[in-house]
C-alpha cells in the first residue's frame, strides 16, 4: 500500500509539474552577470568596464534576447550604455565618492520559441530562471 501511495504522489508531482521544467533545473541554465567587483576609476581619468551577460550551462545563449535594467546612479561623466549582451560603464567621473547600482538582466528565447508550448507549468524556454539581480559598487577616487 505504501509503495503505490508514494508512486502516486510522484507520479501526480511529473503531471502537475512539467518534466521539461524539472531538468530545466536540474541542469540550472539560468542568466548571469559577471562578477560584481568593478575597478576601481579615477577622477578626470578615463574609466571603461564591461559587464558581460550569460546563460549558464546554454551552449546557444546566443539565441537569447537579453533586457536589462539599471537602478542606481553613475557620478557626472560616467554613463552606461547597454551593448547586446553587455552592459558599458564608460567616461571620466568628475567626482569622488562610492556609487551603488544594481543591475537587473531578464532573457527571453529568440529561435524555436513556440506560442503553443507556453502554459502555466511550462514555459518552453530551457531555464530554469529567466531573471538575475546583481548589485554593484563602483569607487571613484
Do not use: W
Not at 578626470?44 to 537602478?71: K, L
Not at 547600482?101 to 507549468?121: G, H, K, M, P, W
Amino acid at each position: 500500500m505504501k509503495r503505490s501511495l508514494s508512486a502516486a504522489v510522484i507520479l501526480s508531482f511529473f503531471i502537475l509539474s512539467s518534466c521539461q521544467d524539472i531538468l530545466e533545473c536540474v541542469v540550472n541554465r539560468h542568466p548571469q552577470l559577471e562578477d560584481n567587483r568593478l575597478g576601481t576609476a579615477q577622477v578626470n581619468n578615463y574609466y571603461f568596464e564591461e559587464i558581460r551577460a550569460d546563460i549558464n550551462n546554454e551552449p546557444h545563449d546566443d539565441r537569447y534576447y537579453y533586457y536589462f535594467s539599471i537602478d542606481g546612479e553613475l557620478p557626472r561623466g560616467l554613463e552606461f550604455i547597454v551593448d547586446y549582451r553587455s552592459v558599458i560603464i564608460e567616461g571620466r567621473a568628475q567626482e569622488s565618492g562610492v556609487y551603488n547600482f544594481t543591475i537587473r538582466l531578464s532573457v527571453e528565447q529568440a529561435n524555436d520559441y513556440y506560442d503553443e508550448c507556453e502554459n502555466r507549468l511550462n514555459d518552453c524556454d530551457g531555464l530554469c530562471e529567466d531573471t538575475t539581480i546583481e548589485r554593484y559598487r563602483l569607487v571613484v577616487n
